[in-house]
Nanobody, 124 residues
Framework: QVQLVESGGGLVQAGGSLRLSCAASGRTFSSYTMGWFRQAPGKEREFVAAISTIGSSTNYVDSVKGRFTISRENAKNTVYLQMNSLKPEDTAVYYC?????????????????WGQGTQVTVSS
């Protein structure tokens, strides 16, 4: 059982930055691949970023590459999403997810646990 709690969302102007955090329960956090997904109104849930169990590899959707950085601090059971140069099109609810047997970390259906989501709104 893993419980995920996101924080750090809010309202920011275009070009600004936010850092999202996802705090996980449990003693086996380091065995989970972690991902961030987002869903904008009227759109399907979209993969944003993923990080391997010890942070040795990362993956990003093309639209955020170079602007967003996913990282993890296993000693704190926390994964982060640093978002820079934010654009209005980044506006969405952002979800943290965890999974142990991940074959394609871009697929939402491969993750076992999900947080409640945190709203990110980027104004122009």
């Amino acid at each position: 059982q893993v419980q995920l709690v996101e924080s750090g969302g809010g309202l920011v102007q275009a070009g600004g930055s936010l850092r999202l955090s996802c705090a996980a329960s449990g003693r086996t956090f380091s065995s989970y691949t972690m991902g961030w997904f987002r869903q904008a109104p009227g759109k399907e849930r979209e993969f944003v970023a993923a990080i391997s169990t010890i942070g040795s590899s990362t993956n990003y959707v093309d639209s955020v590459k170079g602007r967003f950085t996913i990282s993890r601090e296993n000693a704190k059971n926390t994964v982060y999403l640093q978002m820079n140069s934010l654009k209005p099109e980044d506006t969405a609810v952002y979800y943290c997810a965890a999974g142990r047997l991940i074959f394609d970390n871009r697929r939402s259906d491969e993750y076992e646990y999900w947080g409640q989501g945190t709203q990110v709104t980027v104004s122009s």
